[in-house]
């Protein structure tokens, strides 16, 4: 039996492989919708990627939708997956297992972050795509990246949506850093034009080298945002809106990999899955793709999602060349953005000290920083017994990159073994019930 764990880009493209092959095969997500996060629609409308329209029906799929795996095991028969879901918790034995599991956006704490009307750019897009929902009026989309370019796109077709400004940390002439994977992959340079061609033809103001210092509210929710010049020179100005959506890149998920005890290491920042050419892991019958082995958009994570499921069925034709020589140039691309839009870390020295970095906990920057001068903590996973820094709901999603951040630059920038920083016992929420049933 073979399990794939992630209904996105990756896993719906090693399972278009297998079941094209015949296998039978189980997937597994959290969501209620095949698509993972970035083919987000609402419910009952037609799936966005016609490639993959006919696996939702595929008899040969099992599909566990609006299910949690909250623990693995290595079992006899391969692999025993402890998952929850309708408020049961059950056991799935199989022998071959993909993780694709993707990532979970990152975002950089200022003044007011924590304030209602703040979201991510991936959630407002979510609540747009998902429910034709858009909880604001006049939008200002802020970070870092090229994920911004797409979500103000989609949020401006949204009838009595303004976009007051795309806020962009970095320069749009650094993208000469990238000019091998341009080469390599041309058209997202059309793909590129096509959004600024937009943005110009739209008047929506896009800033660069711009960062929010502060957003302010009142009793009716936000009403502006500030921002200065991203080197701290120039004075700072503000602008008018009534929601505010962040996007600093995006952070691997590592919880089903430290579950299992897959072997990690660094790329670039990231923790990340380390694989090898045929994206298997350093645990037998277990494979990796997507954003879990680096950052680098659903095209990449196919590309890897299809070399899993050609490895699986053992084909190594000329099929498998060409995808690994996709997967190349794709990858030479993905490392280009990181290049262009790397988040610098003099933001733990420019943020004040009372700015909360753990929402969940309400644990300040300063907190984190006096854990690790004057208590000792030389990592986020140490702060966060100091501080309960990533003990709260999320569970660190959305703040341990960021305490580990904190930890690198007042540890003096030493990097510990990053099979140690992401472990974590139990991957989801389950209850005393479901574990005494």
């Not at 987000?40 to 566990?64: C, Q, S, V």
């Not at 879990?292 to 958009?297: D, K, N, P």
Request: a positive charge; hydrophobic letters at 40%; aromatic letters at 6%.
């Amino acid at each position: 039996m073979i399990t794939i764990i992630g209904a996105g880009p990756a896993g719906l493209a090693a399972a278009d492989i297998l079941v094209n092959d015949g296998r039978e095969i189980t997937i597994i997500d959290q969501n209620h919708h095949v698509g993972g996060q970035y083919w987000r629609h609402k419910y009952g409308a037609a799936f966005p990627e016609k490639k993959f329209t006919h696996l939702i029906k595929d008899p040969k799929i099992n599909w566990l939708l609006g299910t949690t795996v909250w623990q693995i095991q290595k079992s006899e028969e391969g692999f025993a997956i402890e998952f929850s879901r309708e408020g049961k918790s059950e056991t799935h034995l199989c022998e071959v297992l993909l993780v694709a599991t993707g990532a979970y956006e990152r975002v950089l704490p200022t003044k007011g972050w924590t304030t209602p009307g703040c979201t991510t750019a991936g959630g407002l897009q979510s609540l747009a795509k998902g429910h034709g929902v858009v909880p604001g009026k006049k939008i200002v989309i802020a970070g870092s990246g090229v994920f911004a370019l797409p979500v103000a796109q989609s949020i401006a077709e949204h009838p009595g949506v303004e976009i007051a400004a795309i806020i962009e940390a970095r320069s749009f002439l650094r993208w000469w850093r990238n000019i091998p994977g341009l080469i390599l992959n041309p058209t997202k340079i059309i793909e590129s034009l096509g959004y600024l061609k937009y943005m110009a033809a739209n008047k929506i103001p896009l800033k660069e080298r711009k960062v929010i210092t502060e957003i302010k509210s009142g009793t009716n929710g936000i009403n502006s945002v500030v921002i200065k010049n991203s080197r701290g020179r120039g004075s700072e100005r503000e602008i008018e809106c009534d929601l505010v959506a962040t996007t600093f890149g995006f952070t691997p998920d590592m919880t089903i990999p430290s579950i299992l005890g897959l072997e990690r290491r660094y790329k670039f920042d990231d923790v990340v899955v380390k694989v090898d050419s045929k994206q298997r892991t350093s645990l037998t019958g277990v494979f990796a793709a997507g954003e879990v082995t680096g950052i680098g958009g659903h095209e990449l994570a196919m590309t890897e999602g299809a070399l899993v499921g050609l490895a699986i069925i053992n084909s190594s034709g000329v099929k498998s060349l060409v995808l690994k020589w996709r997967r190349f140039r794709q990858q030479i691309f993905a490392d280009g953005l990181y290049r262009i839009y790397r988040i610098p870390k003099d933001w733990v020295e420019t943020t004040p000290r009372d700015v909360v970095v753990c929402r969940c906990e309400e644990v300040s920057l300063g907190e984190i920083v006096d854990s690790i001068q004057e208590l000792g903590a030389d990592s986020a996973r140490v702060a966060k017994l100091f501080t309960r820094a990533g003990m709260g709901l999320c569970q660190g999603r959305i703040c341990q990159r960021n305490v580990a951040d904190i930890a690198a630059v007042c540890g003096k920038g030493s990097k510990i073994d990053p099979n140690r920083e992401t472990m974590r016992p139990i991957a989801g929420v389950v209850t005393l019930g479901e574990l005494s049933d």
